[in-house]
T-cell receptor, first 111, second 113 residues
C-alpha cells in the first residue's frame, strides 16, 4: 500500500512558470514532510520540509503548502528555471525513523 | 558541511564476486542508512544504523551485509548478487534516528552481470 501518493508523474512548464506537485497521505501520525530534489545520477537533496503545525513554508523560490484536514501537501516552484529540471520526491515520516517516499515527479522546465 | 561521500561511484561485478560499498560522513551524525533506488523509482530503505547498531533491516536478502565500523563509516558488503540487484545504492545520515533531516550521498551505481 502506497503510504504517500504523488502527482503528476511528469510535468513540463515554460521558464518562469509555477509548477505545482501534489502529495497526499493517510496516516495522521506522520509529523514531518520533506521534499527532495534529485538530478540524474545523483543522490536526493533535501529541498524544503514542513511540520503539520504550519500551513505554509517558503525557502527562496520553493514553497510548501500544507492542508492538515485534507491530508495533502504540495510543492510550488516560483519563477521556475531550466536548472530546476529534475525529479522531485515528497516524503512523510513519523518520529524520523522511516521515510515513506512518493513515486516521484519528473519536472522539465523549457527555456 | 552536509556532505556524505560514497565510493566507488560505479561498480560492475559478476554474480560470483564479493565487493563492498563504502559511505562516510563527518557531520557527527549518529544514524546512517542504506537505500536502494531503481530507475525512475523512489529510494527504498534497506538498513538503518543507530549509534553503530543495526536498528532496522527491511527484510533484505542475506547477500547484502551491512557493517558500521564506527560512527562515521558505513559499509555494504555484497556477495552472490543477482542481475536484478543492479541499482543506485544510496547512503544517508541524520543527526539521530529520531531526527528528521536525512542527507544523502551521491550513490554508487551498481551493475551486476
Amino acid at each position: 500500500q502506497q503510504q504517500v501518493k504523488q502527482s503528476p508523474q511528469s510535468l513540463i512548464v515554460q521558464k518562469g512558470g509555477i509548477p505545482i506537485i501534489n502529495c497526499a497521505y493517510e496516516n495522521t501520525a506522520f509529523d514531518y514532510f520533506p521534499w527532495y530534489q534529485q538530478f540524474p545520477g545523483k543522490g536526493p537533496a533535501l529541498l524544503i520540509a514542513i511540520r503539520p503545525d504550519v500551513s505554509e513554508k517558503k525557502e527562496g523560490r520553493f514553497t510548501i503548502s500544507f492542508n492538515k484536514s485534507a491530508k495533502q501537501f504540495s510543492l510550488h516552484i516560483m519563477d521556475s528555471q531550466p536548472g530546476d529540471s529534475a525529479t522531485y520526491f515528497c516524503a512523510a515520516s513519523m518520529a524520523g525513523n522511516q521515510f515513506y517516499f512518493g513515486t516521484g515527479t519528473s519536472l522539465t522546465v523549457i527555456p | 558541511d552536509t556532505e556524505v561521500t560514497q565510493t566507488p561511484k560505479h561498480l560492475v561485478m559478476g554474480m560470483t564476486n564479493k565487493k563492498s560499498l563504502k559511505c562516510e560522513q563527518h557531520m557527527g551524525h549518529r544514524a546512517m542508512y542504506w537505500y536502494k533506488q531503481k530507475a525512475k523509482k523512489p529510494p527504498e530503505l534497506m538498513f538503518v544504523y543507530s549509534y553503530e547498531k543495526l536498528s532496522i533491516n527491511e527484510s533484505v536478502p542475506s547477500r547484502f551485509s551491512p557493517e558500521c565500523p564506527n560512527s562515521s563509516l558505513l559499509n555494504l558488503h555484497l556477495h552472490a548478487l543477482q542481475p536484478e540487484d543492479s541499482a543506485l545504492y544510496l547512503c544517508a545520515s541524520s543527526q539521530a534516528a529520531t531526527t528528521y533531516e536525512q542527507y544523502f550521498g551521491p550513490g554508487t551505481r551498481l551493475t551486476v552481470t
